[in-house]
């Protein structure tokens, strides 16, 4: 029987009240919740009125604050932090897209991840290791953990954007040319843009480059 925390948290179903048909969920950095990425959700829906969002909260308490989620600790900043953390959290959200894909009936292939600095590790580990390619993942301030790893472990190859500002002062924007370097060796398609000026966070224009990547990967 399974021990695995139960994922939970706040969604936005489609602009017309149908069934979707299509799932993009939204995973948010070390110590947010779910509230913290639900608000990009109208933007994307611009472009996306048939899909189901949704933004869980982590899995775990933050332990360096008494609010909070994460997905992994983060008290130790190092690769071999967010290796094991990353693997640690993968069956975790593995199960909860699984479990939205039964009560949808949707597919991988009409579902996108969306994350944000530890949501985009996550986001990062957990779609190309699927069984079945996703129909992308968009990923802002983030980085993909143990980059060289991945060419042993690979199973899909769904295309991949990464957006990064480079005045970020949390992960910095050294993180993104790895981060794309190890997608690139393992054979997944990515294009990523350096946002100048920018700290830890997503601005309007990442929000404009987001929405058209999420349009073009759902397009039939």
Not at 13 to 20: I, T
Not at 22 to 46: E, M, R, S, T
């Amino acid at each position: 029987m399974s021990t695995s925390p139960t994922l939970n948290g706040p969604s936005l179903p489609p602009a017309d009240g149908a069934a979707p048909e299509q799932l993009v969920l939204l995973l948010h950095g070390v110590g947010a919740d779910g509230n913290d990425l639900i608000g990009l959700a109208p933007y994307f829906q611009q472009v996306l009125p048939k899909a189901l969002f949704v933004s869980p909260d982590a899995p775990f308490p933050y332990d360096m604050a008494p609010f909070g989620r994460q997905w992994f600790s983060l008290q130790e900043r190092t690769p071999e932090a967010f290796d094991s953390g990353t693997h640690l959290a993968a069956p975790i959200l593995n199960d909860f897209i699984d479990g939205l894909l039964v009560e949808t009936g949707l597919t991988d292939a009409q579902t996108a991840l969306i994350g944000f600095s530890q949501g985009t590790m996550m986001s990062l580990h957990v779609g190309p290791r699927r069984d079945q390619p996703v129909a992308g993942i968009l990923g802002y301030s983030g980085a993909l953990a143990n980059p060289t790893k991945l060419v042993d472990d690979i199973q899909s190859y769904p295309p991949v954007m990464l957006i990064h500002g480079d005045s970020d002062e949390v992960l910095p924007v050294s993180s993104l040319p790895k981060a794309v370097g190890g997608l690139e060796a393992a054979g997944v398609p990515v294009t990523s843009h350096v946002r100048p000026g920018l700290g830890h966070g997503i601005d309007e224009e990442g929000i404009k480059l987001g929405v058209t990547f999420l349009e073009s990967i759902f397009r039939s």
